[in-house]
């Protein structure tokens, strides 16, 4: 199993372009989700989903956008970059919603540089 | 969710027990305490978790006090490639039913020759 992918793993982004970075799960995950990390911050969640349709906001999802047409896919939209959007993006997984003995499996990330 | 705290870097010599410590003086009956590492570059990774007892599994021991306001990760002999950001999380099993893990800043652990 490849676990979770990421792609692609280095973006170059001027302000105001548009960009999806993708993620793939093959572990029939439920649930999906998207974080950020800054550098010397921790991991903040931006957009999660509970299933195929379902998506909510995290703690900072403004300027990003989500759907969630299959299990396995879960992209992230960004529709006019920002120099503030910057950053390292992980996508993670986990089986169950509601489980609690369901760990976060995560993705090696895709770095974003917005000029 | 209980705000955890951890001291910010450690060190540990090779082939040493690393001992990783974590305050959760707030945590309440029904909230786990899970770790998390991330590696140079990496996605985090998971370690272990536990609610009240001592949990083991082939990475790490998990000591988790009598009070439960704090909790230790223990890995019993350190490598160079232990050398990593360890995350200490709470998380309420019934927040929602949703897996939304709150990251704070961690413990910065160098493992040296």
């Known amino acids: 199993n490849a676990g979770v992918t990421q792609t692609p793993k280095f973006q170059v982004l001027k302000t105001g372009q548009s960009m999806t970075l993708q993620c793939a799960q093959d572990m029939n995950h439920e649930y999906m989700s998207w974080y950020r990390q800054d550098p010397g911050m921790g991991l903040r969640l931006i957009h999660y989903s509970v299933g195929a349709g379902i998506t909510d906001q995290g703690e900072v999802p403004n300027g990003y956008n989500v759907s969630r047409s299959t299990t396995e896919d879960f992209p992230l939209r960004l529709l006019s970059a920002a120099p503030s959007q910057t950053s390292v993006y992980f996508c993670?997984?986990?089986?169950?919603?509601?489980?609690?003995?369901?760990?976060?499996?995560f993705g090696n990330g895709t770095r974003l540089t917005v000029t | 969710d209980a705000k955890t705290t951890q001291p910010p870097s450690m060190d540990c010599a090779e082939g040493r027990a690393a001992n990783l410590p974590c305050n959760h003086s707030t945590i309440s009956g029904n909230e786990y305490v899970y770790w998390y590492r991330q590696i140079h570059s990496q996605g985090p990774q998971y370690i272990i978790h536990g609610l009240k007892n001592n949990e083991t599994n082939e990475m790490a021991s998990l000591i988790i006090t009598e009070d439960r306001k704090s909790s230790t990760l223990i890995l019993p002999h350190a490598t160079l490639r232990d050398t990593a950001v360890y995350y200490c999380?709470?998380?309420?099993?019934?927040?929602?039913?949703?897996?939304?893990?709150?990251f704070g800043a961690g413990t910065r652990l160098a493992v040296h020759p």
């Open positions: 993670a997984s986990s089986l169950r919603q509601g489980e609690i003995k369901s760990p976060l499996h």
């Open positions: 999380i709470v998380r309420d099993s019934f927040s929602g039913g949703y897996n939304k893990l709150i």
